[in-house]
């Protein structure tokens, strides 16, 4: 055991760095403070209802806290017979977020580089160029947690695949199918798709590798070892792939259900809304000069020394009040914020480093291992995938025919897959340094990569607007907009325009020499290293320190330890007066409609009510389709009726101020209908509700129609009314002395809701294009809606089934590795 530790000492002591970098970086985590991370706090809003019965120590996989009601696999789902699942809250039980993703970043790609054979501070070098790429810390500022988990996972994954592939079959496949499985369980399957991209270009690059040496066998061989890694990983997650993958067919995701009343495509996003955020093509200058593109779209740069101020103060307005006016111009008036691109918004750059962007270069001159053609195969399609609407060619390809490609939006994430190529291919750049004894080649590639880095760098400080324009897409109208808020003065408003120009070259050429000194100084320890002044280890720990200041300063810059705030018991703002007053009433089900905001993006109102809008990327398709036909020009009040909308939120928009109002036309949890209007597709449909009475009349598809036969009855008197609400139990009683068709005011969903009358499985449809109804006999009767999908259930137990797997696959893998070891000692 001794031995044991005195072998990997350097690689504990590396890991304790990596810990120590952690504390230094996220000290405010460590003294219990949390990261306010918007997109995470409007998660929140949709996990109301989960999480109070969670407190009661309940799991609910249906909510009505938003849109109605959707199932919850894609909001918080506990999947306990995953092993994965444990892990994972083993290590936030241990670290504070974000840290515990910080370390799997850090150490699983250490872990990488170790298996591509570097020395342990070539590889740490590694490991904190792929973990501070500006991108990586952007994601956890803005909340995009299982996003940066998937991340995490892809240097280990590759690892585990390339040790398999070099004949650790046992080991690498175990660490595959566990990696892998961790993978999957971050529950982001656009990461994920684009990390099987990469995978496939490395085994196209090793079937061409093998077919050559002629050793197809061996590469067999190693192909079914990692087939039975997949295997297992993808039993381990069964649950929540079934699960998934059953719910994003009802998706916006999914298939439109209309044919002439919707611009969306007949399956997947809408082109427009997937390329929203698309990497422009000069933009990738930020991967060596962050700002490039003025950074990202606030405004801490707008100080008392930006031209946009000094616009102001030269027409004698005082510094303090310029600054505010610059810095509200670049809030409020399109083209006017220091980023200038064509996203909508972003965060900040995908920077990798002017050290590393250095030796990229220079690993694409001198490095031999084939990898590089991977490596230099997957960054060509990555970066071109990311262009998106920038650049639709081969986008548009992948768009139209690659299956699932049209499910993601903010193609631009795909760089995460080039955010890590980039370190490889530099850390074997530094590899081949240390191995190719050919001095002068390797002095000439040196010079030959700070030519290009360097010289670009340069042109930047000479000639920045020779590059680039600096002018946003939409400037030219935020001027005009400008120059009418500012009573016709033109030419302040063209002083104002040019003066953002001046600070947006400005911030370019500043990061420019700061990326031209770090490019200087990475050729400068390489070219030591060449003329033989400093050994291997000096220029490994050089690398490490320079690639490590040279991020960090970046970073800093988009995390700060301002952004930690002290932890509260919750992140739930405060109610607002209409909310008080709302929740007085006892009924347990009804919804609000609040008109003063989005629909499609409503954080505040399910803080509070189970409300009619809300907040998800995976809203059911069928609801998304009603709010483009029934709200986007007015509010279709019968559609509030029959979705039981019991009170309805209204604002002035002079005092801000909101006010309430009963809905005293809403038809309550369930209600019988006097007769049923057929529709001979959901085009029709969508067009009969666009004005009926919902409390007389049902619109149903024909496809319904032998449930119902070919008369309906109606009776005074009759009665129906929910008894007990839970989201996934509900209770109603009815009293009826004709058959009649009951409509509930809840949503259809196909995929596990079962309606038990008096305990007897009994059939239901789906009526006004989105809610339930179902035929109910005469008498008095007790009518239950169960949801238990069996993609949630029956996955839990083949879930459980690959958790065993997998332990076992470690097990043998940790078995056979030591008993080798201990052959090889006798």
């Known amino acids: 055991m001794n031995n044991w530790f005195k072998r990997n000492g350097i690689h504990f002591a590396i890991i304790g760095i990596f810990f120590i970098m952690c504390f230094v970086y996220f000290t405010p985590a460590f003294q219990g403070k949390v990261l306010g991370q918007s997109d995470v706090t409007g998660a929140q809003s949709t996990q109301t209802e989960i999480n109070a019965y969670k407190e009661k120590g309940e799991t609910i996989l249906w909510t009505n806290q938003i849109f109605g009601g959707m199932p919850v696999f894609q909001i918080w789902v506990p999947y306990t017979n995953n092993i994965t699942s444990h892990v994972i809250t083993a290590l936030k039980t241990v670290f504070p977020n974000p840290i515990d993703t910080v370390m799997i ?35 956890i500022v803005a909340g995009h947690s299982n996003q940066t988990f998937a991340i995490a996972f892809f240097a280990p994954i590759l690892a585990s695949i390339i040790l398999t592939l070099r004949g650790k079959h046992v080991l690498g496949g175990a660490l595959t199918a566990f990696f892998l499985a961790m993978e999957i369980r971050a529950n982001h399957l656009q990461m994920t798709y684009y990390l099987m991209l990469a995978v496939f270009i490395l085994v196209i690059v090793e079937v061409v590798y093998a077919a050559r ?67 422009g093509v000069a933009e990738c200058f930020t991967f060596l000069i962050p700002n490039a593109y003025g950074g990202g779209s606030g405004t ?18 005082p510094e303090e009040e310029a600054v505010k006016y610059a810095t509200q111009i670049s809030n409020q008036f399109p083209g006017f914020s220091t980023y200038w691109g064509n996203k909508t918004f972003t965060s900040g ?39 998106g609407r920038n650049f639709p060619y081969i986008s548009d390809l992948f768009f139209n025919y690659f299956p699932l490609y049209n499910k993601f939006r903010a193609v631009e994430s ?51 607007d020779v590059i680039l324009n600096f002018r946003a897409h939409d400037q030219a109208e935020g001027t005009t907009a400008l120059a009418q808020a500012l009573q016709g003065d033109n030419n302040l408003a063209s002083a104002v325009s040019n003066g953002i120009v001046q600070d947006r070259i400005s911030l370019a050429r500043a990061d420019a020499i700061r990326s031209l000194i770090f490019v200087a100084l990475a050729f400068g320890i390489v070219f030591a290293y060449i003329k033989q002044k400093i050994n291997v280890t000096i220029l490994s720990v050089a690398v490490l320190a320079l690639v490590l200041v040279d991020l960090w300063q970046v970073d800093k810059r988009y995390l700060k330890n301002e952004n930690f705030a002290e932890k509260q018991l919750s992140n739930k703002p405060e109610p607002r007066e209409v909310d008080t007053f709302i929740a007085r009433d006892p009924d347990p089900n009804f919804r609000v409609f609040d008109a003063t905001v989005n629909p499609k993006v409503d954080f505040m109102n399910p803080f509070f009510h189970k409300s009619f809008s809300g907040y998800s990327a ?25 979705l039981n909308v019991k009170y309805i939120i209204t604002g002035n928009q002079q005092t801000q101020a909101l006010s309430m109002q009963a809905n005293s036309t809403t038809c309550g949890n369930a209600w ?71 409509v509930f005011s809840e949503i259809f969903y196909d995929k596990g809701w079962t309606m038990l009358i008096d305990g ?46 997998l332990v076992l696959a470690i097990g043998a893998a940790g078995y056979i590795e030591t008993k080798n070891k201990g052959i090889k000692k006798a």
Request: with cysteine; hydrophobic share 45%; net charge positive.
């Open 105 to 139: 970043l850090l150490a699983g790609a250490y872990f990488l580089f170790i298996v591509l054979r570097l020395n342990p501070w070539l590889a740490a070098a590694g490991a904190v160029a792929f973990t501070f790429s500006s991108y990586n810390i952007i994601y």
């Open 213 to 279: 040496n002629k050793i197809l066998p061996a590469l067999l061989k190693s192909t079914g070892f990692l087939v039975a890694g997949l295997c297992i990983a993808v039993a381990v997650n069964a649950s929540m792939l079934w699960s998934n993958a059953e719910y994003a067919k009802e998706t916006i995701r999914g298939k439109s259900n209309l044919t002439s009343t919707t611009k969306e495509p007949n399956n997947g996003l809408a082109k427009d809304y997937a390329y929203e955020y698309s990497q």
């Open 300 to 317: 801490e740069t707008i100080d008392q020394n930006s031209n946009i101020t000094k616009a102001f103060t030269a027409k004698q307005i």
């Open 349 to 387: 750059p995908w920077y990798f480093g002017a050290a590393i962007c250095f030796l990229f270069v220079l690993g694409l001159i001198i490095v031999k291992d084939r990898l590089k053609w991977w490596i230099l195969a997957t960054v060509i399609l990555t970066m071109f995938l990311s262009f």
């Open 414 to 464: 795909i760089l995460a897959v080039t955010m890590l190529c980039f370190p490889i291919l530099s850390i074997l750049a530094i590899k081949e340094l240390t191995e190719n004894t050919d001095k002068k080649a390797l002095q000439k590639s040196a010079l030959l990569s700070l030519y290009i880095t360097g010289g670009l760098a340069l042109l930047f400080v000479i000639l920045p």
């Open 618 to 642: 995976a809203r059911l398709k069928r609801f998304e389709e009603l709010l483009d036909n029934q709200f986007s020009r007015s509010v279709n009040q019968d559609v509030l009726d029959m």
């Open 672 to 742: 019988f209908v006097k007769s049923v209007k057929y529709a001979k597709n959901a085009d029709e449909e969508m067009k009969a509700i666009s004005s009926f009475d919902p409390k007389l009349e049902a619109i149903v598809d024909e496809q319904y129609k032998t449930l119902i036969g070919d008369k309906t009855t109606f009776a005074d008197g009759s009665t129906i009314k929910l008894t007990s609400y839970n989201p996934d139990h509900l209770v109603y009683q009815s009293g009826t002395t004709a058959p009649q068709i009951a």
């Open 760 to 805: 007897k499985e009994s059939p239901y449809f789906r009526a006004n294009y989105l809610l339930r109804a179902a035929q109910i006999p005469v008498g008095n009767h007790k009518i239950e809606f169960i949801f238990h999908p069996a993609s949630y259930y029956t996955g839990e137990g083949i879930s459980l089934a690959g958790s065993v797997l």
